[in-house]
């Protein structure tokens, strides 16, 4: 009677996946240290205004910062 359609699975795994990527990139951006207050406001109005581009362009870059800071632990 109240059947889910595979449509409506495919839509509600998609939200869930898009919900789940906007969550870790705001807990990423609150962990964060930030030089400049308006770079940070910028970044979390991208996070929350772009949908799905914004969370991963944002968690992207900080990946490669991550990766950056990493092997200049290692070099020193």
């Known amino acids: 009677?109240?059947?889910l359609s595979s449509y409506d699975l495919i839509w509600s795994i998609g939200?869930?996946?898009v919900l789940a990527v906007t969550?870790?990139?705001l807990f990423v951006w609150?962990?964060?240290r930030w030089e400049r207050s308006w770079e940070a406001g910028l970044?979390?109005?991208a996070i929350v205004v772009v949908p799905v581009l914004g969370p991963l362009a944002f968690l992207a870059s900080?990946?490669?910062r991550?990766?950056?800071a990493r092997?200049?632990?290692r070099a020193s």
Do not use: Q
């Open 1 to 3: 009677m109240f059947g």
């Open 43 to 45: 970044t979390l109005l």
């Open 30 to 32: 609150f962990r964060a």
């Open 15 to 17: 939200a869930l996946g």
């Open 71 to 73: 092997s200049s632990d």
């Open 62 to 64: 900080r990946l490669g």
């Open 66 to 68: 991550g990766a950056e």
């Open 23 to 25: 969550f870790a990139a």
